[in-house]
């Protein structure tokens, strides 16, 4: 009895270390689930799948989630995704602001304020210069992709800008031009790394900065007011 619990303690441990080296350096599959998102996904592996185009299962469930967001109430602009503020230049009566996507963000994009799409502009590999060139945002992101979504709203007109590299060069747009759209309603989603940039009037208020972390759908991050 006391042999055989030794045995099945020692082939325990063997196929714990089979594990632990078959995914070496990165997490064993035995404590991948205890940990954090980042620390389950390393960047750099999940940099490695870009390159293969084999990404592990588990990873793509978490990165295509798609959660419900409650937007607070009020009429105050809400952030179009989950990420960092990188930016909040103004630029010709237009603040760019700015917002990086990790890996492990909700990648699922939202409308900012209730109103009409105006238009869906896509923009593709070719875009190496002109406009788009001049912008921190893009300096980064060699041949960048883009849909440019403007929408009229109460409070006046604005834009979602959906960025990623040629390399990903995946956006889905759920919205078409002529659709009513709510406020923090779902507009699209970048598949893999990615930036989104909110284009607000320079006048509109932020109430928030550079450094901060938004929440698409429910972080309010300007007012803009309403025209006379």
């Known amino acids: 009895m006391v042999l055989t619990l030794q045995i099945l303690v020692l082939m325990t441990l063997a196929a714990a270390g089979v594990a632990w080296l078959r ?3 990165y997490p064993s599959p035995l404590v991948r689930r205890f940990l954090t998102a980042r620390k389950r996904w390393p960047e750099r592996q999940i940099r490695g799948w870009l390159k ?3 990404f592990h299962s588990g990873f793509l469930t978490y990165f295509y989630r ?3 967001r409650i ?3 009020g009429d105050g602009v809400l952030a179009s995704a989950d990420g960092l503020i990188t930016s909040a230049d103004v630029q010709d009566g237009t603040r760019y602001l700015v917002i ?3 890996f492990w963000d909700m990648h699922v994009q939202r409308s900012p304020l209730a109103g009409r799409i105006v238009s869906v502009e896509a923009q593709g590999q070719d875009f190496m210069d002109g406009e788009g060139r001049e912008f921190a945002f893009l300096r980064e992101k060699p041949c960048p992709v883009q849909k440019r979504l403007v929408i009229e709203t109460r409070a006046g007109q604005l834009a979602v800008r959906l ?3 040629l390399a990903a060069r995946r956006i889905e747009t759920w919205v078409k031009e002529g659709d009513q759209v709510r406020r923090g309603e779902r507009i699209g989603r970048i ?3 990615s930036t989104v940039v909110m284009e607000l009037p320079a006048a509109a208020a932020l109430r928030i900065g550079v450094g901060d972390t938004v929440r698409a759908g429910e972080t309010v991050v300007a007012e803009m007011g309403t025209p006379a």
Do not use: H, K, V
Request: hydrophobic fraction near 40%.
């Open 66 to 68: 798609d959660p419900e």
């Open 100 to 102: 990086a996507l990790s």
């Open 71 to 73: 937007a607070p109430p």
């Open 163 to 165: 960025i990623t590299s």
């Open 191 to 193: 598949l893999l790394g």
């Open 23 to 25: 995914a070496f350096p």
């Open 52 to 54: 293969t185009g084999r």
